[in-house]
Nanobody
Framework: VQLQASGGGLVQAGDSLKLSCAAS????????LGWFRQAPGKEREFVAA????????YYTDSVKGRFTISKTNAENSVNLQMNSLKPEDTAVYCC????????????????WGQGTQVTVSS
């Protein structure tokens, strides 16, 4: 599985951005697609994930109510709509694919896309 992420950029606090991640093939219904981020000098952290089959979504507490993950079946892609962005959201965002349906831990994802930089200025 190859993943292609896009949509990062430089915005001001309070603005919105939408990230997209396209998979090279149709994800299995049991799979999970997720977004992780890593800020300079910090550990990689889970942001959001969606179960391909059911559409169930999961978020880390710091983005609940601001970020929305969704999928587009026809394009084999997932999107991360990020609203009310804060400077602390600045990071490299990566999408990832878990065949085993893992959610929270990066170790549960076998395939990773390249990162896309999101920078939020204050």
């Amino acid at each position: 599985v190859q993943l292609q992420a896009s949509g990062g950029g430089l915005v001001q606090a309070g603005d919105s951005l939408k990230l997209s991640c396209a998979a090279s093939g149709r994800p299995y219904s049991s799979s999970v697609l997720g977004w992780f981020r890593q800020a300079p000098g910090k550990e990689r952290e889970f942001v959001a994930a969606i179960r391909w089959g059911s559409g169930l979504t999961y978020y880390t507490d710091s983005v609940k109510g601001r970020f929305t993950i969704s999928k587009t079946n026809a394009e084999n892609s997932v999107n991360l709509q990020m609203n009310s962005l804060k400077p602390e959201d600045t990071a490299v965002y990566c999408c990832a694919y878990s065949s085993y349906g893992r959610i929270w831990q990066a170790q549960g994802y076998e395939y990773w896309g390249q990162g896309t930089q999101v920078t939020v200025s204050s």
